[in-house]
């Protein structure tokens, strides 16, 4: 069965400083379920990427397995695109960007495919800076293989076959932040205008940028008793700070009151303007983040907004003095340094 998208849009869209509209930047029709909150997350990616005027061919995105490693199909499809072995979408994205720094690398992938299968992988891209936006869509449960409790499933949490877990989750941005990660974000599918500027300032950030999405299961985890779904996030979300991306092409100002506000400047020069609703954030400090995380999660609350972000780290290219030439486009004369070089190397082992 093939699924395409309809080819009429309508003849006055929008168009980016690119010329484009949203319809350049979208891919096939999604076949996930109805409702899904993965859709959610690759209509804020398309929105992000055509407000910034990306170009959809300097993109490469890459997923593992599950229902969010499918989504990629449904955003840019005119982009470069590899779906990987399950949880190990983050070797692939590492591999990728150390032959070509040049690119715009986005990862989407899931609770299982992270926080199970492949969080050895995530711990190293973390680690290692590589510079990518890396999105998980955590739903809580595993929806491709019918409704199981991931690692993310909180205690309690009860899903469609009524059994509470017993089990401790993993809250993958608390690991983020303790790992080094130098961008961290959580955030709720179902809140597009927060989302949207997240994903832009991730973009924007050089570094290895985490955004934890909370994306409800309409399947198999969202009924009453599941900490994932629909109406518990909407009862339970707190924001930490209001989000609002200004690119480096406009004037930065805010409405807020004098004090309320924070400016924050990406590599590029572009800026995202923090308003602070809980003043015990501090945005630059891993500490008060993760006190945050905990004391939101005592009250049973789910922390979201921009977490935590370090604008001076060094990425894994400038960790490692690599070329900015695409490695396939190195010659002899840069790969192959004389018998004189050889010679010198060879006499410091002798």
Do not use: W
Not at 3 to 30: I, Q, W
Not at 51 to 68: W, Y
Not at 145 to 166: H, I, L, M
Not at 295 to 306: E, R
């Amino acid at each position: 069965m093939s699924y395409k998208v309809p080819g009429f849009r309508h003849p006055n869209l929008p168009r980016n400083d690119l010329g484009y509209t949203t319809k350049d930047y979208e891919g096939a029709v999604s076949t996930l379920c109805a409702g899904c909150g993965h859709d959610s997350v690759s209509a804020a990616i398309i929105e992000a990427c055509f407000e910034m005027s990306i170009q959809p061919h300097r993109v490469a995105k890459l997923s593992g397995i599950g229902c969010s490693s499918k989504t990629p199909t449904y955003f840019l499809g005119n982009s470069h695109g590899f779906n990987s072995v399950h949880g190990r979408m983050p070797a692939v994205a590492t591999g990728a960007n150390m032959a070509n720094r040049n690119l715009l690398y986005i990862g989407v992938s899931g609770d299982g495919d992270t926080a199970s299968i492949g969080m050895g992988q995530f711990v190293h891209a973390v680690r290692r800076n590589v510079n990518m936006v890396y999105i998980c869509e955590n739903n809580g449960v595993y929806g491709l293989t019918k409704g199981q409790d991931s690692a993310t499933t909180d205690v309690g949490s009860t899903s469609k076959r009524g059994e509470p877990n017993a089990l401790e989750p993993i809250d993958l941005c608390a690991i983020a932040l303790q790992l080094g990660a130098t961008f961290v974000a959580n955030s709720f599918s179902g809140d597009k205008k927060q989302l949207v500027p997240l994903i832009k300032a991730a973009i924007a950030h050089e570094g290895f940028a985490f955004i934890n999405v909370i994306s409800p299961c309409v399947t198999f985890n969202n009924v009453p008793g599941s900490t994932k779904s629909y109406d518990y996030m909407r009862q339970y979300m707190a924001s930490s700070n209001a989000v609002d991306y200004v690119p480096d092409a406009e004037e930065i100002t805010t409405d807020y009151a004098e004090g309320t506000s924070e400016r924050v400047f990406m590599h590029d020069g572009s800026a995202i303007h923090l308003h602070k609703i809980d003043p015990k954030l501090d945005i630059h400090s891993r500490r008060s983040a993760l006190d945050l995380i905990h004391d939101y999660k005592a009250q049973g609350k789910v922390l979201t907004g921009l977490l935590f972000v370090d604008e001076d780290a060094k990425d894994i290219h400038e960790t490692m003095n690599t070329t900015k030439t695409p490695l396939r486009n190195l010659t002899e004369k840069e790969l192959c340094p004389g018998k004189a070089a050889l010679d010198r190397l060879n006499d410091l082992y002798r």
